[in-house]
């Protein structure tokens, strides 16, 4: 456990820089605009792409790994959606609320993903959490998109518009240009490779910061249902979803620390602006995102250290 907390607190320090760099006003509204902007349109994609691309696929379990995240998404997705009706009817849980509910239950950060295993395992954690990231991503912003859709109350858009707002999201498209130059293309031009690698260096850093900046302590003070419940089920259901099916796929050892550190950590800043973008509940995603935050810093090390021990004797 202390392994994981200590590869933890450089992680959170960044993410506490960032806070303090917003609540001291040392950057300013407009500056974080713009490197969330560049985050998510340049930085991320690269990183995303350079991780994709360079990974050794063919070393790791792919399909159990894969698999496992892709079956506790849909489980808790499945979860989720059927305690709607029920949520609606016992506590006035309506759909721009129910959103956010379903991003913090499912979602999750990958900034802080590869930071933890990426410190903890090196180059075979940042391989596995490449494989994570082509399992995760298009699914959850799948889902995502259906919800807000279905549920946040807009006028309900074309399919057409919906496929170029699917299409267009980077974590997508860099997701399929990084599949892509792994498996179907030869190296890329060393400058070109040092070029995308150089912005993909400033993902991680420019990442936490802004999950950093995104969180209002004052927010908390009152936390209600949806909080507690998006928080439950992501910090605490989902690892346990995740070990289940990576257990029955044959995943074991750091492979399954990692499946852990990607159902384990709290749910995207990513999800705060797309419930601004398409009428979710905004405020109470920020609000979700914080106690998500604040929390995985002693859920992670514990979840970690227990579901991989207890994996590990039941194997024995």
């Given at each position: ?7 933890l607190i ?6 506490a820089t ?14 974080w605009?713009?490197i969330e ?10 990183l995303?792409?350079d991780?994709?691309?360079r990974?050794?696929l063919?070393?790791?379990?792919v399909?159990?790994?894969?698999g496992a995240?892709i ?9 989720v959606?059927a ?5 609606e009817?016992?506590?006035?849980i ?6 956010s509910?379903f ?8 900034f ?20 994570a990231i ?5 699914l ?6 259906y919800?807000?859709v279905r549920?946040?109350g807009r ?6 518009a919906?496929l170029r707002?699917?299409v267009?999201?980077?974590?997508i ?11 179907l293309a030869?190296?890329l ?7 995308i690698?150089?912005?993909?260096r400033?993902?991680?850093a420019?990442g936490l ?5 995104g969180?209002?302590?004052r ?11 998006a928080s439950?089920l992501?910090?605490l259901?989902m690892?346990?979803?995740?070990v ?7 995943v074991?050892?750091?492979d ?7 159902a ?9 602006v ?9 405020p ?5 995102l ?8 002693v859920?992670?090390p514990v979840l970690?250290t227990?579901?991989s ?6 194997c024995n």
């Amino acid at each position: 456990m202390s392994a994981v907390f200590a590869s933890l607190i450089p992680t959170f320090l960044i993410i506490a820089t960032g806070w303090l760099c917003r609540a001291t006003g040392f950057v300013g509204e407009a500056q974080w605009a713009g490197i969330e902007r560049a985050t998510y349109v340049i930085f991320f994609p690269a990183l995303i792409i350079d991780t994709l691309s360079r990974a050794d696929l063919s070393s790791v379990p792919v399909l159990g790994v894969g698999g496992a995240l892709i079956g506790a998404i849909l489980l808790m997705s499945a979860l989720v959606l059927a305690l709607r009706p029920w949520l609606e009817r016992r506590f006035g849980i309506d759909g721009p609320t129910f959103t956010s509910i379903f991003q913090g239950s499912t979602r999750w950060n990958t900034f802080v993903g590869l930071a933890v295993a990426g410190s903890l395992l090196g180059p075979r954690g940042i391989a596995l959490i490449a494989v994570a990231i082509a399992a995760m991503v298009p699914l959850l912003n799948l889902l995502a998109f259906y919800v807000f859709v279905r549920f946040a109350g807009r006028p309900r858009q074309s399919p057409w518009a919906i496929l170029r707002s699917f299409v267009t999201n980077p974590f997508i498209w860099s997701c399929a240009v990084g599949i892509a130059l792994n498996l179907l293309a030869p190296p890329l031009p060393k400058p070109v490779a040092v070029y995308i690698e150089i912005l993909g260096r400033a993902a991680l850093a420019a990442g936490l910061l802004i999950v950093g900046a995104g969180l209002d302590i004052r927010r908390l003070a009152r936390p209600g249902l949806p909080h507690l419940l998006a928080s439950g089920l992501k910090l605490l259901l989902m690892p346990l979803l995740a070990v289940t099916m990576a257990r029955f796929l044959g995943v074991g050892g750091n492979d399954l620390v990692v499946t852990i550190i990607a159902a384990s950590v709290p749910t995207a800043s990513a999800a705060y602006v797309l419930a601004r973008q398409m009428g979710g509940n905004a405020p109470l995603m920020a609000e979700i995102l914080t106690l998500q935050t604040l929390a995985a810093l002693v859920s992670m090390p514990v979840l970690i250290t227990l579901l991989s021990e207890c994996a590990t004797a039941l194997c024995n």
